[in-house]
């Protein structure tokens, strides 16, 4: 094809012909006029065909221009359909992002990527507005200190209120950048949900403002798009999963109410039927250790006979008291609950020196009254203290936490024990459900405690980790106006 551009000199160029038609002239006079006759014919049909050729050669010469032409339209279709297809698979692999995960970090880490193949920036970050929609609060900064303090000065001037009015990417000149630097630039895309602002996309970039291509701003906006849906997406996936996590935990504990409700009834009636004959043979044993009191032989196996009686007679009334923590609301009464745990606290602190268990009680200052039955209340404090004392048998470290949080209070039971096991979390308030068999447990303490808390209207549940300890956590709500009254 290069050939084809070297152009064939002009007739007039490549042949002498004023000097050719002065020979002819010459040879007229001097040749015959025959022979001079002949050659003027031969010289005539040569200068045509020269003609001809000439002729032939710019057309060669306009078709090659034309497909010179030609090739650079074909070069630049090309060019752009190539930056077409990296647009799609960048659109691509963004949209496989953004159904393969709810993770909003691997989301914004998609979208800095993928801007970055086509704006290059010293600094970017996603920035999402707040609730009162007064302030911007940074999801993620990559790059070069100074764009926070960049996106504030411009939320503060109101510009960054205007790009969200605008609803579309807008471009900045850095005012601020030095003479002596190159031109510097800052991008501004909204993030738009279903008409909702979100937040804002920012880069600042080391190009002049009028450097960026509007196909690259339009691409840096579908993007935005994109991953404003995808972050919208991940808070209401987030939002579904703590739902389902509470409606779960709602239902175990409607269902565990329920089989308390089942377990206290039956146990209540089988308790008082066995307790009766249960007194008769207790007392016959320790009439006949009275007639046998010579034959230590006798003594011995009736002292094991009590043993079991009356560890039988403390189950059952474990048993009564399950059954029979059913406190009228004309019974509780205001209390301090900060007071209440320090009174508890000090009942069994010498279970904790005895043990070298350390103890500590944080209590928050200027909390509520509450409303209820105290000495219930303190049997579950005290009964939790003691599965923390029991669980330290190598001594540790004991907190108690209280807090207000929302319209509750929270008690926090922290142990540095040995944990519960994950498959025991699930059971660990049900009746009879112990890990201490070995050691006398009956299995109701924790149950009975779940009970009272639960006719106080609030919740208890537990935290634990193998090897770190774990944390019982009373909430109870504050009392409603006119309950101290009834």
């Known amino acids: 094809m290069a050939q084809l551009e070297h152009r064939v000199p002009a007739i007039t160029e490549e042949l002498p012909l004023e000097r050719i038609r002065e020979l002819l002239a010459q040879l007229k006079s001097e040749a015959p006029e025959s022979l001079s006759w002949e050659l003027g014919i031969h010289i005539d049909t040569l200068s045509e065909a020269l003609k001809e050729s000439a002729a032939h050669q710019r057309g060669v010469e306009e078709e090659n221009r034309q497909l010179q032409e030609r090739l650079r339209s074909e070069r630049h279709e090309y060019m752009e359909l190539?930056?077409?297809?990296?647009?799609?698979?960048?659109?691509?692999?963004?949209?496989?992002?953004?159904?393969?995960?709810?993770?909003?970090?691997?989301?914004?880490?998609?979208?800095?990527?993928?801007?970055?193949?086509?704006?290059?920036?010293?600094?970017?970050?996603?920035?999402?507005?707040?609730?009162?929609?007064?302030?911007?609060?940074?999801?993620?900064?990559?790059?070069?200190p100074g764009l926070v303090e960049r996106l504030e000065a411009q939320w503060e001037d109101g510009i960054i209120d205007w790009v969200l009015r605008e609803r579309r990417p807008v471009v900045f000149e850095d005012m601020e950048a030095q003479r002596d630097v190159a031109d510097q630039s800052t991008v501004v895309v909204p993030l738009i949900v279903r008409g909702e602002h979100i937040g804002v996309y920012a880069l600042h970039c080391p190009r002049a403002k009028d450097d960026f291509t509007a196909s690259e701003i339009d691409l840096l906006w579908v993007l935005t798009s994109q991953a404003a849906i995808a972050i919208e997406n991940s808070r209401l996936y987030t939002d579904l999963e703590e739902t389902h996590i509470q409606l779960k935990n709602s239902q175990h504990q409607i269902l565990l109410s329920a089989k308390f409700a089942a377990i206290g009834e039956l146990a209540g009636g089988v308790a008082h039927e066995v307790n009766n004959p249960l007194q008769i043979i207790l007392s016959r044993i320790q009439l006949m250790m009275l007639q046998n009191e010579d034959d230590t032989k006798i003594v011995g196996g009736?002292?094991?006979?009590?043993?079991?009686?009356?560890?039988?007679?403390?189950?059952?009334?474990?048993?009564?008291?399950?059954?029979?923590?059913?406190?009228q609301e004309t019974e509780w009464e205001e209390f301090d609950i900060g007071r209440a745990l320090r009174q508890a606290l000090a009942l069994v602190e010498h279970r904790f020196d005895k043990g070298l268990i350390e103890t500590s009680l944080v209590c928050a200052d200027d909390l509520p009254m509450l409303v209820g039955n105290i000495g219930e209340l303190e049997q579950v404090f005290i009964n939790l203290m003691i599965n923390a004392q029991n669980a330290m048998a190598d001594g540790g470290t004991f907190m108690i936490e209280v807090q207000c949080q929302g319209q509750e209070i929270e008690v926090r039971f922290a142990d540095t024990g040995p944990g519960i096991a994950s498959e025991h979390l699930d059971r660990i308030f049900e009746p009879f459900f112990t890990t201490r068999v070995d050691e006398g447990g009956t299995g109701l303490g924790l149950a009975v405690s779940y009970r009272i808390i639960e006719q106080h209207q609030g919740t208890l549940t537990v935290e634990s980790e193998l090897g770190i300890g774990a944390t019982f956590i009373i909430r109870l709500p504050f009392p409603l106006e006119g309950k101290e009254g009834e």
């Open 82 to 144: 190539r930056a077409s297809m990296d647009e799609l698979l960048n659109l691509h692999e963004l949209s496989e992002t953004i159904s393969s995960s709810f993770d909003i970090e691997d989301i914004l880490a998609s979208l800095i990527e993928l801007s970055g193949r086509f704006i290059e920036s010293e600094s970017c970050g996603v920035f999402s507005l707040d609730e009162t929609r007064e302030r911007l609060t940074a999801l993620t900064l990559r790059g070069a």
């Open 302 to 327: 009736l002292e094991l006979v009590e043993h079991n009686v009356k560890r039988i007679s403390h189950i059952i009334r474990a048993l009564l008291g399950f059954a029979g923590h059913n406190a």
